[in-house]
């Protein structure tokens, strides 16, 4: 299995190539937690977390906010009472890069 968690977003422009179907089946065993949906026709790494309350979802948001600042690739956060749920993608080629699954190896960690 990939240690996507200790690897760094590397910069992505239009154009860069998506990930293939077979780099989806390398790196999708670091994130087992992570389904992909398609919206929109754009493929995304999303996953819901459980908190305890809406406190301690907050916080968790917050770390998500803060590595995410730190590496350049933002997600899409929805903060409710009891649970966060995180959508990588990246928005420049409209679809999965290597980046979504560092980031969502990194957003795991953070638990």
Sequence with gaps: ?????NRKCE?????????TDEEIEK?????PEW???EI??????????KLKNFVEALEF????GAIAENEGHHPSILTEWGKV??????????????????MASKTDALL
């Design 1 to 5: 299995m990939e240690d996507l968690r």
């Design 11 to 19: 910069a992505c422009r239009a154009g860069a190539p998506k990930v």
């Design 27 to 31: 790196f999708k065993p670091a994130v």
């Design 35 to 37: 389904g992909i949906l």
């Design 40 to 49: 929109d026709g754009i493929k995304r790494l999303v996953r819901v977390y």
């Design 61 to 64: 948001t917050n770390r998500v």
């Design 85 to 102: 749920t995180v959508s990588w993608w990246t928005h420049a080629i409209k679809g999965l890069h290597v980046n979504d699954f560092i």
